[in-house]
């Protein structure tokens, strides 16, 4: 089989960028999922609250995804879609990518295709992120797992429940479970700031009086073959458990909500570019990684916690991917312009920029390293601050974003570099 | 009087609201620790007449081990939230089900309605 396009992925990503690339002139678009039905991960994420932003409603997980699906079967002229089909090597040859496919029906196959867009999604830090050694009974499992459980097929993993991790998965699931008609006896966070949206804290854990405990993290579980209890602990400024802080919880049900992490063996293995500080690859102005022709967006790219920036972001590459294929865009020249994290900023998106291949406005999304208030977000070109922003504060937890003009970087002669930094 | 102390959720800010209050009385209403407007509202809505979307699951009964999302429109008082919750363990549908459908009007008499999330062929 050849496409002009393979999309890898049927998530929300994936789908934006089937359909922005359709939109954008390319005839032959694949996107291939591994599940049986596409939308990704927002299938079991039935509360509400996507969409504010690209649809200006609140909708839950589901009812966002079917927009997308809805979307791509109007462009079927266009776009086809495999399912229940798993990617499992790409590579890169010159123009030529291909990529091995294996189904229950037709077992193993390739496609050729002159670009990739990666749109895999993320999955869970492994319960090796729990450092406990010992036993390993029943009753502990990711949020996310639990998610599924609950929300696809309509069982109840426990009745007495502690969550690991404010993350958003973790306090969502703090709601769904009490109203489930469980017990969450506490949400417990290892660091002294919750990484959920406060929006979250207040109406997943406030709104049913479930603790959350900052500083503390579980330091021993107990029971044969089923949970029977936890023991937490406080930490100190270095996350070492503080001796005499321990407390004994008895449940049935631990949760771990440790965070996400962007699924990239793929990515690794076919030689692209990985950044250390996102997990994801490094990409350009055109979401376009290491290897020419080759696209990342979402969540594979880096962990996003609003649905509608992903839908954003991966509309930019699907137009990208299209615009290459089309060769409607300057290739790469040795030009570039590096974006550099600087005081404050753990990672920016993009990594670099070529002044010839950028549209109007250029978004730069990034996260901060810890919570500061009142602080300036401010943009150097080299060692010229050519802008500085107020915040009322910023947190890891959520995504901040400058938007630079084509007009104002080019009016530059020789800049080399572009720092963000908070002040 | 009676007095809450809320957290505003209409930004990152998140300030830190104390609502002083006669119940049901929303002249009374004094917030005080709010930056914005927004966060007055917010702690007005909050101690008069606080709303919520339930989110939920109800059985399909020609599907085994399969249930289907659910939400309340418009959004439903706050505290029929836990009730309207047990209610859906009472509830089924059957397949297919499309987004929009109604599962019950007028759920424990809130005035709102059931309606699923989830397109199941
Ligand atoms: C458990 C969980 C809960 C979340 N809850 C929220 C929330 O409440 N609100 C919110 O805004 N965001 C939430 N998020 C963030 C959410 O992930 C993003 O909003 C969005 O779903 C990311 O879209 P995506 O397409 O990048 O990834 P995904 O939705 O994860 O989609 C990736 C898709 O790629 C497929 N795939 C992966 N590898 C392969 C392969 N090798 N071959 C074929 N197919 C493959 C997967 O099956 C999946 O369908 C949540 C994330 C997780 C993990
Ligand atoms: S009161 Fe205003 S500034 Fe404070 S959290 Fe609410 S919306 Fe934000």
Redesign the interface.
Known sequence: MTKDIVIIGGGPAGLAAAVAARDAGAKEILVIERDEILGGIL?QC???GFGLHTFKE?L?G??YA?RFIKQVEERRDGIDTLLKTIVIDVRAEGDTKTVTCMSKEQGIFTVDCKSVILAMGCRERPRGALNIPGLRPAGVYSAGTAQRI?????RLPGKNVVILGSGDIGLIMARRMT???AKVHAVLELMPYSGGL??N???CL??FDIPLRLSTTVIDIGGRERLEYVVTAEVDKNLKPIPGTEEKIECDTLLLSCGLLPENELTEAMGVKINPKTGGAEVDESFETSISGVFSCGNVLHVHDLVDFVSEEAKEAGKRAAAYVLNTVPARSTNEIRLVPGAGVRYTIPVSIRKERLEDLLTIRFRVTDVYKDPEICVYFDDKCIRRQKK????PG?MEQVILRRQDICAEENIKEIKIQLE | MAEKILTCIGCPMGCELTVNYTEGDADSVVVTGNTCEKGRIYGTNEVISPKRTVTGTVNVVNREGTVVSVKTVPEIPKDMVIPVSEELNNLYVEAPTHIGDVVVRDILGTGSDLLITKNII
């Open positions: 299938n039935i509360h509400n609140e839950t589901p009812e079917s609950v929300n696809i097929e309509g109203l489930e008609g406060k929006r804290i207040v109406q406030n709104d009322k504060i910023v947190a959520e």
